[in-house]
């Protein structure tokens, strides 16, 4: 079965993103396309997982620099596979976890001191009375601890 063409605007419109980003995307090294007889670029259809992995990984708030290091684990000449995508996501791993535990971290911080210097929270007087972290450096240190 040959394999599915796509133009650039199938792809934008599958992965509700402009035009514009996918050539930027490839600018980056991120994806690849080739001219077609009309001079039309086309994109294989594997090209759709990997925008969208770049779009969920953007959101994440991972660079494009680390993504592009992510996805040099993807093989350029054929459809990643599984196994492929499971490389990916192992060297992803660490970083992915330390990301959820920040966010969780924040999440479960919220409503305590956060170390930041304000002194407005109930519990400020007792985590940072006078706000003695400051001596530890800027920013809410508790969180960054
Ligand atoms: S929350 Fe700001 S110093 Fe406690």
Redesign the pocket.
């Given at each position: 079965m040959a394999e599915r063409e796509l133009s650039v605007g199938e792809v934008a419109k599958r992965c509700g993103v402009n035009v514009s980003t996918l050539h930027f995307y490839e600018e980056k090294g991120l994806i690849n396309s080739w001219r077609n007889p009309g001079n039309q670029r086309r994109y294989k259809a594997d090209v759709l997982r990997r925008v969208s992995v770049i779009k969920a990984a953007q959101k994440l708030g991972i660079s494009l620099q680390d993504i592009k290091l992510a996805f040099a684990s993807l093989p350029a000449s054929r459809t990643p596979t599984k196994q492929d995508w499971v490389k990916l996501s192992s060297s992803w791993q660490q970083q992915l976890e330390a990301r959820i535990q920040s966010m969780i971290k924040l999440k479960d911080s919220l409503d305590?001191?956060?170390?930041?210097?304000?002194?407005?929270?109930k519990?400020?007087p007792i985590?940072?009375p006078q706000?003695k972290?400051a001596t530890e450096g800027p920013g809410?240190v508790?969180l960054e601890r």
């Open positions: 305590a001191c956060i170390g930041c210097g304000c002194l407005s929270m519990t400020c985590y940072n706000d972290l809410p508790l």
